[in-house]
């Protein structure tokens, strides 16, 4: 092995092992860097418009102001679940027959298809329905576990948000006492087009839920469901919460279909008409959209999200997309990060227009 060989081999060697271990971190101090990275992107987000109230009433205004934003969209997140839940009650009450027929329904289904009469049909649901209540105890107590710790860090936001945009100039001092001096002008500049990549994040973010708003009403008034613009719109505005959101919204959807209807055909369009919707929506229109947004190529956005989602879940769906946008302005900075600002999207000369 020739000297230039053995270095490239030690550097991607140390890089790799670099990378294994930020990643480890950030999946054990997930419940401290969680709150931290939300924390940091509305600092940003708020920060022209804290800096304008800064100016004139004062830096506690500021911050007063942004706790207060912060209870607002709060508050109607909380009403949106709260109906949603409600809207959920209601249908299943109000529609037990309907779905009583549904269950004889599917029963008769799978009796014809596989050949299991009404009998072993009720064996086979009293076994898993034992087995169901031998993990019920274990699953209430991680669900209160996830909960609680779901609570603590929505409730550790709002002060993390308070204590940066306070500190920010000590903050930012510190960042640039610890890079290379080599490197401060390309931090500098990085630190600033920050701010306009989170603004960017959330008008691509804005542009998706409109989208996919559009998309769900669009199939739902094809298949004739009843308020099709309100659980279309419904149904995109939960999005917000990966996982469950979508499963509210669609069950809501699937209740009103099959109550209107009393026919299996249509909640099954509705699931299908959601599931289409979805797989484009975290395949394509999402990393597309938002991607453009930030000047990050399709395949780097999707990728972002994949690590997010395996480090950090719902949450690194969310934050790993601008961080992602962060890294490109970082090497679009440094000399040594040519490679990787390549990798990530267009260069700085292209986006200027410069051949």
Request: proline share 3%.
């Amino acid at each position: 092995m020739t000297i230039t060989n053995y270095k490239n081999f030690r550097f991607y060697t140390i890089v790799l092992l670099f990378i294994v271990l930020l990643a480890f971190i950030l999946y054990q101090g997930r419940f401290l860097f969680i709150p931290l990275g939300f924390a940091m992107m509305i600092c940003f987000m708020y920060y022209p418009i804290g800096i304008w109230i800064e100016n004139r009433l004062g830096r506690n205004m500021a911050i007063a102001v942004a706790l207060l934003l912060q209870l607002v969209a709060g508050f109607l997140l909380y009403h949106l679940i709260a109906s949603t839940i409600t809207l959920l009650h209601q249908s299943i009450t109000s529609s037990k027959e309907e779905i009583w027929e549904f269950g004889v329904r599917i029963l008769t289904f799978f009796e014809n298809m596989v050949g299991v009469n009404a009998g072993e049909q009720r064996d086979i649901a009293q076994y898993f329905y034992q087995n169901l209540l031998q993990q019920t105890v274990p699953f209430l107590r991680q669900t209160i576990s996830i909960s609680a710790g779901t609570i603590a860090m929505v409730l550790i936001i709002p002060v993390f948000v308070s204590l940066i945009f306070y500190y920010r100039e000590l903050l930012v001092k510190f960042v640039l006492m610890v890079v290379p001096e080599s490197q401060v002008r390309g931090f500098k500049d990085t630190i600033d087009e920050t701010t306009s990549t989170y603004f960017k994040f959330a008008k691509g973010m804005a542009l998706v839920y409109l989208i996919v708003g559009c998309l769900n009403s669009i199939g739902f008034l094809i298949i004739g469901l009843p308020n099709a613009i309100y659980f279309g719109v419904l149904a995109s505005l939960l999005t917000f919460f990966p996982y469950i959101g979508i499963m509210m919204g669609g069950l809501a959807a699937v209740i009103v279909a099959l109550t209107a209807f009393n026919s299996i055909w249509y909640p099954v369009g509705v699931v299908v008409v959601l599931g289409v919707v979805q797989y484009l929506e975290a395949n394509v229109i999402f990393p597309w959209v938002v991607g453009h947004q930030l000047k990050l190529n399709t395949l780097a956005t999707l990728i972002a999200m994949f690590i997010g989602g395996i480090i950090w879940g719902g949450a690194g769906l969310i934050l790993f997309v601008p961080f992602a946008a962060i890294l490109k302005i970082l090497s679009d900075r440094v000399q040594g990060l040519k490679s990787l600002s390549v990798l990530l999207g267009p260069s700085h000369e292209e986006q200027q227009g410069v051949p």
